[in-house]
């Protein structure tokens, strides 16, 4: 773990952090507000003391009571990845700014987070759905997704319908058995 680049971030960004800088082998992670977002990554690409040139991923989070943008970022400076969390986004509308001015492949990446968690990236100039159908009104990876059987949930439910196997509707006993000449 990198204990320079610990200490640069807390000295550069100290008064908009929102919790404490954690260290884990090759992994350092930094939470800050939803409103800091583009100045902190703006300072973390710019700055040669940082340069985190490359933006690995960014995903959307769904901890059950919040939401979270989680940024991955690369840079030759250090042996550390840095993990930036966008912390406590609102879960009825959750809203951060965008970073595509800085990574223009962010723009699929947030797609993804906003069509997979509801999270609105602002700036994002194509902000639509990337896997699910325009006129879909859920998001899959919420935690308050339900499923259309999951009134089969209980625990003396049994196997639900989704997870049985079923025999095409006009097959015959020939069919499913499957014959081979040994």
Do not use: C
Request: no cysteine; hydrophobic share 40%; proline share 5%.
């Amino acid at each position: 773990m990198d204990r320079v680049l610990k200490r640069r971030l807390k000295e550069r960004f100290g008064d908009v952090l929102t919790g404490p800088i954690r260290q884990r082998h090759d992994e350092t992670e930094m939470r800050i507000a939803a409103r800091d977002v583009q100045d902190v990554m703006r300072a973390l690409h710019d700055d040669p003391t940082f340069d985190f040139r490359f933006l690995s991923d960014l995903a959307g989070v769904d901890t059950g009571s919040h939401m979270q943008a989680v940024y991955h970022l690369w840079s030759a400076t250090t042996a550390d990845w840095l993990r930036v969390v966008a912390d406590d986004l609102d879960r009825a509308r959750p809203r951060v700014p965008s970073v595509t001015f800085l990574w223009k492949g962010a723009e699929w990446m947030e797609r993804e987070a906003y069509d997979m968690f509801g999270i609105v990236f602002e700036g994002n100039r194509d902000l639509r759905r990337i896997y699910m159908p325009p006129d879909y009104e859920s998001f899959p990876l919420r935690k308050d997704f339900y499923l259309a059987d999951d009134a089969a949930r209980s625990p003396g439910a049994g196997v639900r319908h989704m997870e049985q196997s079923h025999a095409p509707h006009n097959a015959t006993a020939d069919a499913l058995v499957r014959k081979t000449n040994a």
